[in-house]
């Protein structure tokens, strides 16, 4: 009974009393703050270099200027437009261009001969093939356009980079080399060719193109306000009003301003073609605000 007592009377503390040996020791340890530090140690300081992680600024790369005296006119000795410098492509492009195709015309053309008979490059196919081109040094054949527009990886390299000089197979009715390599008229020779002939019409261009446009608009803007402005004066001047009470199309009676600039389009061909119904909506210069601004000036 005593020892279920004693059982009884212990508790959950009574597993975790301190032994008598790490009473001594805990005794002789001190809380941190209670350390006197007699002496100082000087610790260096050691400097901390953070790498910055980030895109490196780009060195500028030193365009290579552009002459196009420099480029060669022989299509076998020409290098590859893709070969030049991104910046300088487009000017190359243009200066072949500009040049044509180059088609040498010589006395006498350099004979190959091919089996029993002597073959050779004939002046008559540059007006039958206009872009052939011909290499003196090679004596072959070329494709102006898809030399201009080749790629990294050209799709005729016979007519681009090689050279072609089978003359005996050209004269071959329907299986002429020539026609076989324009194709259909959706062919790559046949695009290329067509971008050849954009590029010569300089007219049509998208700098030039968007010149034109905004010089007309420009006129065409000017004189819709001249007239406005014309007729707002010449209605104060009478002390007419302005507006009307139905300004819509279908009104018989669209207001003192609309009807007079109505008048004037029936008079004017030029103001009948960009005046009213016909000018785009953020330039009519008839809107009530509008109004009310010119009658302020």
Same mark, same amino acid.
């Given at each position: 009974?005593?020892? %279920? ?11 975790? &009393? ?7 020791? =805990? ?28 895109? !490196?600024? !780009? ?6 200027? #552009?002459?196009? =005296? ?27 261009? &500009? ?17 029993? !008979?002597?073959?050779?490059? %004939? ?5 039958? #093939? ?28 016979? #007519? ?10 050209? *004269? ?5 080399? /020539? ?11 046949? *695009?290329?060719?067509? *971008? ?11 700098? &030039?193109?968007?010149?034109? !446009? ?6 065409? =803007? ?52 960009? /005046? ?22």
């Amino acid at each position: 009974m005593e020892d %279920q007592e004693r059982k009884r009377a212990k508790t959950i503390f009574s597993f975790f &009393k301190k032994k008598s040996g790490e009473e001594t020791s =805990n005794s002789s340890l001190k809380p941190l703050s209670l350390i006197e530090t007699s002496t100082s140690v000087d610790i260096p300081m050691i400097p901390v270099v953070v790498e910055r992680q980030g895109p !490196q600024p !780009q060195t500028k790369v030193s365009r290579i200027p #552009f002459d196009e =005296n420099e480029l060669d006119r022989d299509p076998a000795l020409c290098i590859p437009i893709w070969k030049h410098p991104d910046y300088n492509q487009d000017d190359v492009r243009r200066a072949y261009i &500009k040049w044509g195709p180059n088609q040498p015309i010589l006395a006498e053309y350099l004979r190959t001969k091919t089996g029993v !008979q002597n073959r050779r490059f %004939q002046e008559s196919w540059y007006k039958k #093939f206009p872009w052939l081109e011909y290499s003196i040094s090679k004596d072959a054949a070329f494709c102006f356009p898809c030399f201009v527009f080749q790629g990294h990886e050209p799709l005729h390299p016979t #007519f681009t980079v090689d050279g072609f000089s089978s003359w005996k197979r050209v *004269n071959n009715g329907v299986k002429c080399v /020539f026609l076989s390599h324009m194709g259909g008229p959706v062919s790559t020779h046949n *695009n290329v060719v067509r *971008n050849v002939e954009a590029l010569k019409n300089i007219s049509m261009h998208i700098d &030039k193109v968007m010149n034109v !446009q905004s010089s007309e608009e420009i006129t065409k =803007n000017r004189l819709r306000l001249k007239a406005t402005i014309d007729s707002v004066q010449w209605l104060t001047l009478q002390g007419c009003a302005l507006r009307g009470r139905d300004e819509y199309v279908m009104s018989k009676n669209r207001g003192n301003l609309i009807e007079m600039i109505s008048l004037m389009e029936k008079l004017n061909v030029e103001i009948n073609d960009i /005046f009213l119904e016909k000018a785009p909506g953020n330039a009519k210069y008839t809107s009530p605000m509008i109004q009310k601004i010119f009658c302020i000036f």
